[in-house]
């Protein structure tokens, strides 16, 4: 009996017969994360440990620092560059100022240039009678300004030395033609007054009358009615 109920269970057609785990599942997955997350370190362990032993550490570390410096470098440079260009900026700005004073005083020499022809060509005219005595009229110059202005200028001078004062009156008398008749005309009407010691310069524009065409100016100097010196030019 007992040979048949053991032949009976190694025979394939023995019972079935199911094996069952004593822990529930919930620590079984506890377990589980247990030994995975001891796997995991042990694995990180062994990648660090052979990190430090092939030295990879240490020359992440000297990168790292070399980086930074390099890092530290440029911007050095970056700020020095700024620096440069605004030192740059403020010298050209300086150079355009100063470049526009130079124009300008060039401009003021230029002007005071003209004025010292127009005083030398005046002067020039004092020599000739630099032997005489008296009140002269020297310098004469007229010109008319498209048709419509006469624009004239005088020296009257005193060539003796330690001259008085004179007190007198300058007149220009214009002659010329008007619409095709003879035509004359004294500016201004009562005489310009006139005060001078050694030399006097004159000069301004004159408004003419429609259809005049002036042909001879003269400069007179008067004092009282008496005329003291006079001097004519034509009008070409």
Do not use: H
């Not at 000739?128 to 005595?133: E, I, L, Q, S």
């Not at 498209?146 to 330690?162: E, T």
């Amino acid at each position: 009996m007992r040979l048949r109920l053991l032949r009976r269970r190694l025979t394939i057609s023995a019972p079935r017969v199911a094996v069952r785990s004593a822990l529930p599942w919930p620590v079984r997955w506890l377990v589980l994360a247990v030994v995975l997350g001891f796997c995991a370190a042990v694995a990180l362990w062994a990648f660090e440990f052979g990190k430090s032993i092939a030295g990879l550490d240490s020359v992440s570390r000297d990168e790292l620092l070399r980086l930074r410096a390099e890092l530290a470098r440029l911007k050095d440079e970056g700020r020095g560059q700024q620096n440069v260009a605004s030192s740059a900026e403020s010298l050209l700005v300086a150079e355009r100022a100063a470049k526009e004073r130079l124009m300008a005083q060039v401009r003021q020499l230029e002007a005071d240039n003209r004025s010292l022809r127009e005083d030398l060509g005046f002067f020039e005219k004092l020599i000739p009678v630099a032997k005489t005595d008296g009140l002269a009229i020297r310098g004469l110059q007229a010109e008319v300004l498209a048709g419509m202005q006469l624009r004239w200028q005088v020296l009257v001078i005193q060539a003796q030395r330690n001259a008085p004062e004179f007190s007198g009156r300058l007149e220009l008398v214009l002659t010329g033609t008007q619409d095709g008749r003879p035509w004359t005309q004294t500016q201004p009407p009562q005489g310009q007054p006139l005060q001078f010691k050694q030399y006097r310069r004159m000069e301004g524009v004159l408004d003419l009358p429609p259809g005049a065409v002036v042909k001879t100016v003269t400069a007179r100097v008067l004092e009282g009615t008496a005329v003291r010196a006079s001097q004519a030019m034509a009008i070409e």
